[in-house]
């Protein structure tokens, strides 16, 4: 399924124009998961949930799905003008609010080092926009978080500092690291997809453990809390190093991006780039603390990246051969002009 999604983008996405249309239609897709996220009562423990569809229906993967479509709405509203502008800020005004009320910590820094990337590989031509836009980004984002989001995220310090102050969630995410680096010492190979969720049990105690009902069981079990140790331990060694090839490759885009930035005719492509490496960039970040190993809207964005990086590519050294093109035929021009000048009257 998903080589049949990266394949589709991959193959789709061949011009900055449907980069961009890709960008304004997944931000469209959060604006409507942002009003569904509006309207729904579907709040247990101050989290909303069951909210979305299939894959993304709870908190987490909620908050970094609207994160992702924050971010592509962002590069839109950098790079953009008219009415797409106008309906970007729509979009990014409702998935604002749709991650606020999810209170998930994981997309709140998913969309700051997403953000991150926005902010550090935008051209040097769209400087001034980029502080306007965030300054008015950031009043809009105190607009609409309440004080449970504020608290909530506020908790981040605790978890950073070990205190013990920190929350029974993110405690337990700590404990379950250790057991899956156990996991992967006793299994180097891999344990196999859910392998963490099916050998919680020997490797947890029980008040770690959450209890769900399969048929006329009861199953106690914890699943992966990390992208990266869901490799490690379910994929082993191999599946760990391909994980750090693609982070490694996302960051290679990143400063491939910075480097070109300002050396293309076309200033919305870095854009458009950089906005997908950051929409990357927010389930890498947000994968810390949740499994995001089979979100599928990554695939989407790494198409998408791929594509942008290879016209971006293209573009820079078109724009390179331009003034060499321009200089040799200046050049050529010089030269009849002075064999003209020397032949007898």
């Known amino acids: 399924k998903y080589l049949v999604a990266f394949y589709f983008c991959y193959r789709i996405l061949d011009s900055t124009t449907r980069l961009r249309d890709f960008l304004l239609v997944h931000l469209a897709g959060c604006a409507y998961l942002g009003i569904q996220a509006y309207v729904s009562s579907n709040f247990a423990g101050n989290r909303l949930n069951g909210v979305g569809g299939p894959g993304i229906d709870d908190a987490n993967t909620l908050g970094m799905f609207l994160a992702t479509g924050v971010v592509a709405g962002a590069a839109l509203a950098l790079s953009q003008s008219g009415w797409r502008r106008n309906v970007t800020f729509v979009g990014l005004a409702l998935a604002m609010n749709g991650l606020v009320l999810t209170a998930s910590r994981g997309a709140f820094l998913g969309l700051i080092g997403g953000g991150g990337v926005l902010s550090a590989l935008h051209p040097k031509r769209f400087r001034v926009r980029f502080v306007v836009l965030a300054m008015v980004a950031v009043i809009g984002f105190f607009a609409v978080a309440d004080q449970r989001f504020i608290e909530r995220m506020f908790s981040l310090v605790a978890v950073w500092q070990h205190s013990e102050e920190i929350d029974s969630s993110a405690q337990s995410r700590f404990v379950l690291k250790q057991a899956q680096w156990q996991m992967f010492l006793d299994h180097p190979m891999g344990a196999g997809h859910k392998g963490t969720a099916a050998l919680s049990p020997r490797y947890l105690d029980e008040e770690w453990l959450a209890t769900s009902r399969v048929g006329d069981r009861v199953v106690m079990a914890r699943s992966s809390h990390n992208t990266f140790f869901t490799t490690l ?103 009849a002009a002075l064999q003209r000048s020397e032949r007898p009257s």
């Open 233 to 335: 331990t379910e994929q082993g060694f191999v599946g760990a190093l391909l994980f750090v090839a693609l982070v490694a490759w996302v960051l290679w885009s990143a400063l491939r991006i910075m480097l070109l930035r300002n050396r293309t005719s076309d200033a919305t492509q870095p854009v458009i780039a950089a906005g997908l490496c950051g929409g990357v960039m927010v389930v890498l970040v947000a994968g810390i603390g949740t499994d995001y190993l089979m979100a599928e809207v990554q695939f989407w964005f790494l198409a998408g990246l791929a594509c942008a990086m290879r016209l971006l590519t293209s573009a820079a050294a078109v724009a390179r051969e331009k003034p060499t093109t321009m200089e040799a035929s200046t050049g050529v021009a010089s030269t």
